[in-house]
C-alpha cells in the first residue's frame, strides 16, 4: 500500500476553493456581502485564492453560505466546482502530464488549493482511496469542509478520466441530512453516511489511463475517421454520462471523443443538427426519465443536469414540453405520457 499524506496545517489553510462561493451564491441570486460579512470577510478579500485564513473562518464562510441557500451539499458542490477549473492555463496538469496518477498528484498538491492540507491518497491492489483528514469534532462547519474535500477530488477525476469516470462509492462519517436526495444527484455513485472516515474509492486502473484533458489525448482531425458513424449518438453517450456540475462544453465533449471541437460541429452540421440541439435533447429525456421518479426533488433534479436552480431548469422544461416540471410529473403519474 502506498499512501501519501499531505502536509496537515490545522489551523491556518489557503482560501483556494472557497473563493468560489461568491459565483455559486451569485447564481441563485443571494448576497455575498451579507453572507461573507458575517464570517469577516470583504468580498475583495474572496477573489484571492492564495489568501492565508484561518481554518475556523473558512469553518464560518461555509456555515453563513449553507445557511443561506439552506442546502446541506452546498459544501459538496463547492468542491465538486473548484476540481474542474484546475485545468485552467497555469493550474492544471502540464503538458507532460499523459497519465492520470501524475496529473492527480500534482493537481491536489496544489498548495494554492484549499483542500490540499486535508487530502490522503492511497493505492491497494485494484483500489485507490482518496480521503479527508479527520477534523476536530469541534471545528466550525467540519461537515461541510470534508464534503468539500470529497467533491475537490470527485471533480479533478471527472476532468482528469472524463465524464466516463465512475468511482465505486463514497463514504462521509458525518450524519445523513434531512435529505440525502442532493448528494446523490450529485455524486451519481453509492452513498454511506455515519461511516468511520470521509473517503472515496475507484478502481486504481484510471491512474493508468491517458489524461482525458488536451494536454494528455492527442486530438485532431486525424481521430474523424475513428469516430462511429453515428456521432449523433456518440455525442449522445457522452453527454448522458456526464455528471454535470457544469454546463458540458462542446470543446469538453469533443476531446471526450479525440476531436477538435471544429471537427466535432462540422460532423454534427452534416446530420442537420448542432451540439446545443443534441445537449437539449439530451437534457430533455434525462429530465422525463428522473422525473418519473415521485421521490426525486425537482430542485436536485436540476443541479444534477447543470442548472444553477429549480426556476432556471423549469423554465427550460417548460421550453421543451409546453409544462413545468411539476405538471409534467403529474400527466406522467396518471398515465397520460
Not at 286 to 315: C, E, H, K, N
Request: glycine share 8%.
Amino acid at each position: 500500500m502506498s499512501h501519501h499524506p499531505l502536509p496537515e496545517r490545522r489551523n491556518l489553510l489557503r482560501l483556494g476553493a472557497a473563493a468560489l462561493i461568491p459565483e455559486i451564491l451569485q447564481e441563485r441570486g443571494i448576497s455575498t456581502e451579507a453572507v461573507f460579512g458575517r464570517a469577516g470577510l470583504s468580498r475583495r478579500s474572496l477573489a484571492q485564492p492564495d489568501l492565508i485564513v484561518p481554518l475556523t473562518r473558512l469553518g464560518q464562510i461555509f456555515k453563513s453560505a449553507v445557511a443561506a441557500t439552506g442546502q446541506a451539499e452546498f459544501g459538496l458542490l463547492v468542491g465538486l466546482r473548484a476540481g474542474p477549473r484546475l485545468i485552467d492555463p497555469g493550474q492544471g496538469p502540464t503538458p507532460s502530464d499523459t497519465h492520470v496518477s501524475a496529473a492527480l498528484m500534482r493537481v491536489i498538491s496544489r498548495p494554492a488549493m484549499f483542500p490540499n492540507a486535508l487530502v490522503t491518497f492511497s493505492v491497494s491492489g485494484n483500489t485507490c482511496t482518496i480521503g479527508c483528514v479527520a477534523l476536530p469534532r469541534n471545528a466550525i462547519a467540519r461537515d461541510y469542509l470534508s464534503d468539500c474535500v470529497m467533491g475537490f477530488a470527485a471533480g479533478t477525476l471527472r476532468v482528469l478520466c472524463g465524464p466516463r469516470w465512475r468511482p465505486w462509492g463514497f463514504r462521509f462519517d458525518h450524519g445523513p441530512p434531512p435529505d440525502p436526495s442532493g448528494y446523490a444527484a450529485l455524486l451519481q455513485a453509492p452513498i454511506s453516511f455515519d461511516a468511520n472516515v470521509t473517503a472515496m474509492e475507484f478502481d486504481s486502473a484510471w491512474l493508468e489511463r491517458d489524461c482525458a484533458s488536451p494536454q494528455g489525448r492527442a486530438s485532431g482531425d486525424v481521430h474523424e475517421r475513428r469516430l462511429h458513424r453515428d456521432v449523433v449518438g456518440e455525442v449522445r453517450g457522452v453527454l448522458a454520462s456526464w455528471n454535470a456540475v457544469d454546463r458540458p462544453s462542446a470543446p469538453a465533449v469533443a476531446s471526450e471523443l479525440g476531436l477538435q471541437p471544429r471537427t466535432l460541429n462540422r460532423l454534427l452540421a452534416r446530420t442537420g443538427t448542432s451540439f446545443n440541439r443534441v445537449l437539449e435533447d439530451t437534457r430533455y429525456e434525462t429530465a422525463q426519465r428522473m422525473l418519473r421518479d415521485p421521490a426525486a426533488p425537482v430542485v436536485s433534479i436540476a443541479w444534477s443536469l447543470g442548472y444553477a436552480d429549480a426556476s432556471a431548469f423549469s423554465r427550460a422544461f417548460r421550453r421543451w414540453s409546453g409544462m413545468t416540471p411539476t405538471e409534467w410529473r403529474k400527466e406522467a403519474e396518471c398515465g397520460a405520457l
